[in-house]
């Protein structure tokens, strides 16, 4: 079976954090609480904030059975959507932490969900979470992030600072910056000071946006894709220089940038 019909992929190179083994706890179409202008994954087939189980944690536990002798130094939720919206993302962990226990488990979320405390508590397991952070108001939140009915800019923020005061791991968090919030880097730094994440990651997009969905998307954009793109309004290099220099000086966080790394 290809590794498209699989809910393990790669391992993707990761500018942050190197070999990456992909999990997705999503799998079956595109599913996210945000529609990001900017998603890899194209036009999120299903905007939603519903927890359930998406895929069964046996399924995925029998693909990543197939990866354990393979060279990767993370494992990294992710895939086609957002992994907190799955009920078994806990269980999945568990079981991956008992197969790969000296492997670090990340999960990349967008945020909208981490005022429950419930999702607190699943991301326990996690040695890292990334929280996504894009926009300082809920303007740019619409522009960029087109999130579900009932997400807005307050309650990810809560969300972010309830999850950052019971998380024993490591935050950090990821913003994309596009000619749309340029302008917004006072704001930004601001709820960064408040945050206080371990390292903040700047990118732009530079992987290309799918047109329609398409599984293999998941992971890293290669120039023989099966599939049509096209490309995205990104920051200069000299942009994402002042950004990251801005940022660090009115934050002294650590702050890594894509185009640094
Ligand atoms: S949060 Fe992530 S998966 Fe969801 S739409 Fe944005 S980039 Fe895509």
Not at 59 to 64: A, C, L, R
Not at 89 to 115: D, F, R
Request: with cysteine; hydrophobic share 35%.
């Amino acid at each position: 079976m290809s590794e498209n019909q699989k809910t393990v992929y790669g391992p993707v190179h990761s500018w942050r954090f190197g070999s990456s083994l992909g999990l997705d706890p999503i799998f079956e179409i595109s599913t996210c609480s945000f529609n990001c202008i900017y998603c890899q994954l194209g036009n999120i087939q299903k905007i939603t904030t519903e927890r359930k189980i998406y895929v069964p944690t046996e399924k995925v536990i029998t693909d990543f059975k197939e990866f354990l002798d393979k060279p990767f130094e993370v494992i990294t939720f992710s895939g086609s959507g957002e992994p907190t919206l799955a009920l078994n993302l806990k269980e999945i962990a568990e079981q991956i932490k008992i197969l790969k226990p000296q492997i670090p488990l990340l999960c990349l979320t967008n945020s909208t969900l981490l005022h429950l405390p419930e999702v607190q508590e699943n991301l326990q397991i996690m040695d890292r979470v990334i929280v996504k952070l894009d926009a300082s108001n809920n303007k740019t939140l619409q522009q960029m992030n087109r999130p579900a009915d009932g997400v807005s800019l307050e309650s990810i923020i809560a969300g972010i600072k309830a999850f950052k005061a019971v998380y024993k791991g490591k935050l950090d968090v990821q913003m994309m910056f596009m000619p749309v919030n340029l302008n917004q880097l006072e704001d930004l730094a601001i709820l960064l000071k408040e945050i206080q994440p371990d390292t903040v990651q700047l990118n732009t997009p530079l992987r290309p946006y799918p047109i329609e969905w398409n599984r293999d998307s998941r992971g890293n954009h290669t120039e023989n894709r099966s599939y049509t793109t096209r490309t995205l309004k990104v920051v200069t290099k000299e942009e994402a220089e002042t950004i990251q220099n801005t940022l660090r000086e009115r934050t002294n966080l650590n702050i890594l940038s894509v185009y640094r790394e």
